[in-house]
């Protein structure tokens, strides 16, 4: 199974734009990279999937390198409510299980 | 649609008694997850269905868990004997598998276990 590895934490200005990034290079050709996140005491969230292409909708844009090794996920205008946990996942192949790691701890401030 | 719903959202028990938690997934999905998240050890899969099956139960800590899933909208797990380190929150998850590798997992708020 591939594994990703994440910063454990980040900050970024109410308004701006945050890039999280994440690293999966043991990552194989079939196998999808999706981003949940978790605000406090609640279950994940789904954000964003991809699988080679750069994808974008209505929460954030993933960015995936052209060896697909690496992804970014980018939430263009940051507020206090994306303030939460934030997990980058590589879908083991042929199966429906997502491991998840330790995330990064993103800070939003005003 | 609801989302998916679980029962209780907390719990307090004490260590050796019988706990069952609840999940009934959204109406559709055919695959459901048992997940137990605890600051130590993180988010952990513990077991998930596919077509009211168990496929992977490989997560399941020991003996005393046991998961069911008697029809499509209803599963249950069960720890018997409780002891205070299963204390975690423990998550249902459930996801439409459609064989094209784009499934996209929806949880529930979670049960807050605590075993004293």
């Known amino acids: 199974d591939a594994k990703t590895t994440q910063p454990p934490s980040m900050d970024c200005a109410e308004g701006r734009a945050a890039n999280l990034p994440c690293n999966h290079s043991?990552?194989?050709?079939?196998?999808?990279v999706y981003w949940y996140r978790q605000i406090h005491s609640q279950g994940p969230q789904y954000i964003i999937h991809?699988?080679?292409n750069n994808e974008t909708n209505e929460m954030a844009s993933l960015i995936i390198t052209e060896d697909r090794k690496s992804s970014t996920l980018i939430l263009p205008h940051a507020t206090l409510r994306d303030t939460a946990v934030y997990y980058c996942?590589?879908?083991?192949?042929?199966?429906?299980?997502?491991?998840f790691g330790t995330g990064t701890r993103l800070q939003v401030f005003p | 649609d609801a989302g998916v719903i679980q029962s209780p959202r907390h719990e307090v028990t004490e260590m050796g008694q019988e706990v069952t938690l609840r999940c009934k997934p959204i109406?559709?999905?055919?695959?459901l997850f048992w997940y137990r998240q605890t600051m130590m050890r993180g988010l952990e899969l513990l077991i998930y269905f596919n077509n009211n099956v168990p496929i992977d139960d490989s997560g399941m800590p020991e003996d005393r868990f046991s998961a069911k899933m008697p029809n499509a909208s209803f599963s249950t797990l069960k720890i018997q004997p409780s002891e205070p380190r299963d204390s975690a929150v423990y998550f249902c998850a459930s996801s439409w598998l459609g064989g094209r590798g784009k499934e996209t997992q929806y949880f529930g708020p979670g049960t807050r276990l605590l075993v004293l």
């Open positions: 991809g699988l080679k």
């Open positions: 109406s559709g999905h055919n695959s």
């Open positions: 996942i590589v879908r083991v192949s042929n199966t429906d299980k997502l491991i």
């Open positions: 043991t990552i194989s050709g079939n196998e999808y």
